[in-house]
């Protein structure tokens, strides 16, 4: 009843100018979505702008509150629980941080080699949002992005990771401790870093869940809601609305009386086990058009772990 990530929403004091950016940066286009309307709710989170972008397997929908959001007292580190940033994977990682750098991105550090065959680097936005750019192996010459992951830093990575292994029926690879490292530091931009992670397939995309024990993700007590500056949520595209609900309910979601005022027949908002909220959405038939399957290029992130696969495969010969 799952079909994969239709979207991932980013709230932002200035939705027109990070629209600017992400085309320029990550050569995402305008969506032509005028028909595809999604709640907002009495907490008058507008959408402004180029509300809707689109990469090669997935969209990105940037929320802009009509009153002045209340501005971050700092940084936010990777650490930090919640949903922490999308990743972006190209062949050609050196052009992807050059049209970062030109559009205004700050980094953590140049990609760095981790060992792996790839290469990592933590860009951020004008507004301090994450985007990880993941070099990978030339196994085709298309350089242009796709989204290969949306990552949650939990207190908790086993239920976490369990939780959205069960919502979209799939087994969640876990790391072992990883760190420390002077290199992993340069990525996560934070020093003696020592994290597990967990990925779990999608569809058109990973959900990735880390859990850093140094320094450590602590759980967040207070409610999220969408006009929260930075990643908001992330919407699952169903097939079968009341089972789709059901089915995460059993695994523990929850709906509080706003969630509950944001949805609609179609669109129903919910919190996972850490209080990140979800969206599940089902597309009539004005709206078929953007579903996930008619995307330019809906199967590129499990092509990309098919090739991952077999070069690790072949390395090991």
């Known amino acids: ?40 709710g009495e907490d008058t989170v507008d959408i402004v702008g180029a509300s809707w972008l689109q990469a090669p397997n997935a969209y990105l929908r940037l929320l ?8 971050r007292q700092a940084r936010r580190e990777v650490a930090e629980a919640g949903i922490v940033h999308v990743c972006l994977q190209s062949v050609s ?4 941080y050059q049209n970062f750098e030109r559009a205004g991105a700050s980094f953590h550090a140049p990609p760095v080699d981790l060992g792996t065959g790839f290469l990592y680097s933590y860009a951020r936005d004008a507004e301090s949002n ?3 750019l993941e070099g990978v192996p030339p196994v085709w010459k298309d350089a242009t992005p796709w989204v290969a992951h949306v990552s949650f830093s939990s207190a908790d990575i086993d239920r976490l990771a ?3 292994a069960k919502v979209v029926n799939q087994t969640a690879t876990k790391s072992p401790r990883i760190g420390p490292s002077r290199r992993m530091d340069l990525v ?17 995309m990973q959900i990735e869940v880390i859990q850093y024990f140094v320094p450590p993700t602590v759980a967040i007590t207070n409610e999220r809601t969408l006009g929260d500056l930075g990643y908001s949520y992330v919407c699952f595209e169903v097939d079968d609305m009341p089972a789709a609900i059901q089915h995460l309910r059993a695994l523990g979601a929850t709906q509080s009386a706003a969630l509950a005022k944001l949805s609609e027949p179609n669109r129903h908002f919910c919190f996972d086990p850490d ?19 008619r995307l330019p290029d809906a199967s590129i992130a499990t092509r ?6 077999a070069l690790i495969k072949k390395a090991n010969k």
């Open 93 to 96: 990682v050196d052009n992807l």
């Open 130 to 132: 994450v985007v990880e």
């Open 162 to 164: 369990d939780f959205y």
């Open 1 to 40: 009843m799952i079909k994969g990530i239709h979207h991932v929403a980013l709230t932002l004091a200035n939705a027109r100018e990070a629209a600017k950016f992400y085309k320029a940066a990550a050569a995402f286009t305008v969506a032509d979505t005028e028909t595809l309307r999604l709640p907002t």
């Open 188 to 204: 996560s931009g934070m020093a003696h870093t020592e994290f597990r992670a967990a990925w779990i397939p999608a569809g058109n």
């Open 275 to 293: 209080g990140n909220i979800v969206l599940l959405l089902l597309l009539d038939t004005t709206e078929r058009e953007f579903t996930i399957s």
């Open 64 to 71: 802009e509150p009509s009153s002045p959001p209340t501005p």
């Open 304 to 309: 990309m772990a098919e090739k991952r696969d």
